[in-house]
């Protein structure tokens, strides 16, 4: 069965940072990278980034580049994103999702993080 | 940046009847065009692909058009269980980057 499992919600302070994980399953962790993918409550999706976990190889959105780091475990077939320096409208659920040639086929379940003093 | 734009931002439909939601790119990006559903909860779910392919699973009363820059997402006899969040997602650049439109509300009339 094809699945991505993230690990559970966090709470955490202004300026502290956060790491979430995604432990895959059922595919060929190595093809065609991991994505993540975050959604401010009662907003739309926004594209974080992409690794490929064949060989590091990362793109970030723009507007997170310096705070964001995505990372793999190929010998758990684990991705993991860590996002420093915290602020509130970092508050949204994470995703993580396995790309086709682009769009997104199979998601994770989501990844609560609260980000409040 | 490529923007999208989705319209309406909220479309009342009753059902049994059709919806069609619009989906527009500043720039072209071919037909590198996907679309998701997205319940209160869930996971977005992929249903369209390269603006037109149905995703695995998904019944045909989900139909993708367009390509360039305008693209359109028909839902026919709309069925109760199909009113939520659509979303329109760019990837022409993937994987440097890619984009979503803000959504479309789909909701009962």
């Known amino acids: 069965q094809v699945q991505l499992v993230q690990s559970g919600g966090e709470v955490k302070k202004p300026g502290a940072s956060v790491k979430v994980s995604c432990k895959a399953s059922?595919?060929?962790?190595?093809?065609?990278?991991i994505s993540w993918v975050r959604q401010a409550p009662g907003q739309g999706l926004e594209w974080m980034g992409w690794?490929?976990?064949?060989?590091?190889?990362?793109n970030y959105a723009q507007n997170l580049q310096g705070r964001v780091t995505m990372t793999t475990d190929t010998s758990t077939s684990t991705a993991h994103m860590e996002l420093r320096s915290l602020r509130s409208d970092d508050t949204a659920v994470y995703y993580c999702?396995?790309?086709?040639?682009?769009?997104?086929?199979?998601w994770g379940q989501g990844t609560l993080v609260t980000v409040s003093s | 940046e490529i923007v999208m734009t989705q319209s309406p931002a909220t479309l009342s439909v009753s059902p049994g009847e059709s919806a069609t939601l619009s989906c527009r790119t500043s720039?072209?990006?071919?037909?590198?065009l996907a679309w998701y559903q997205q319940k209160p909860g869930q996971a977005p779910r992929l249903l369209i692909y390269?603006?037109?392919t149905r995703a695995a699973g998904i019944p045909g009363r989900f139909s993708g058009s367009g390509s360039g820059t305008e693209f359109t997402l028909t839902i026919s006899s709309l069925q109760s269980e199909d009113f939520a969040v659509y979303y329109c997602?760019?990837?022409?650049?993937?994987?440097?980057?890619?984009?979503f439109g803000q959504g479309t509300k789909l909701e009962i009339k």
């Open positions: 999702a396995k790309p086709g040639r682009g769009y997104y086929e199979i």
């Open positions: 059922g595919f060929t962790f190595t093809s065609f990278g």
């Open positions: 690794i490929s976990p064949y060989n590091g190889n990362t």
């Open positions: 720039q072209s990006v071919s037909n590198n």
């Open positions: 390269h603006a037109s």
């Open positions: 997602q760019q990837y022409n650049d993937w994987p440097l980057m890619c984009s």
